[in-house]
């Protein structure tokens, strides 16, 4: 199984970007996803998360801006960015909980490079 994360860029303030996240490879099923993100010195913070179902769920910093979605039989998660700030540059990356054959883990993309930017 793999997770892949991609989707980032160089993008002035006020743009937009859309981040992909997809499992490849011997899946049965993708569970909770989530996105997180990550600048040097600092911990790893979650942004947004999704259920199968669809249920979301948002940090105050992403909320109005960003829109988790997925399409189950694609295994892929997007993550839309609209109204970029300075401060959202960051490296992002996706964590999924993947269904293997009869066993459940948890991967995580390699992480995409987001830059907000004049």
């Known amino acids: 199984v793999q997770l892949q994360a991609f989707g980032g860029g160089l993008v002035q303030p006020g743009g937009s970007l859309r981040l992909s996240c997809v499992a490849s490879?011997?899946?049965?099923?993708?569970?909770?996803t989530e996105w997180y993100r990550q600048t040097p010195g600092n911990l790893r913070e979650l942004v947004a998360g999704?259920?199968?179902?669809?249920?979301?769920n948002y940090a105050d910093s992403a909320k109005g801006r960003f829109t988790i979605s997925r399409d189950n039989d694609k295994n892929t998660v997007w993550l839309q960015m609209l109204n970029l700030k300075v401060e959202d540059t960051a490296v992002y990356y996706c964590?999924?909980?993947?269904?293997?054959?009869?066993?459940?883990?948890?991967?995580w993309g390699q992480g995409t490079l987001v830059t907000v930017s004049s």
């Open positions: 964590k999924a909980e993947v269904q293997n054959g009869i066993m459940w883990n948890g991967y």
């Open positions: 490879g011997s899946v049965v099923s993708v569970s909770a």
């Open positions: 999704i259920t199968y179902g669809g249920s979301t």
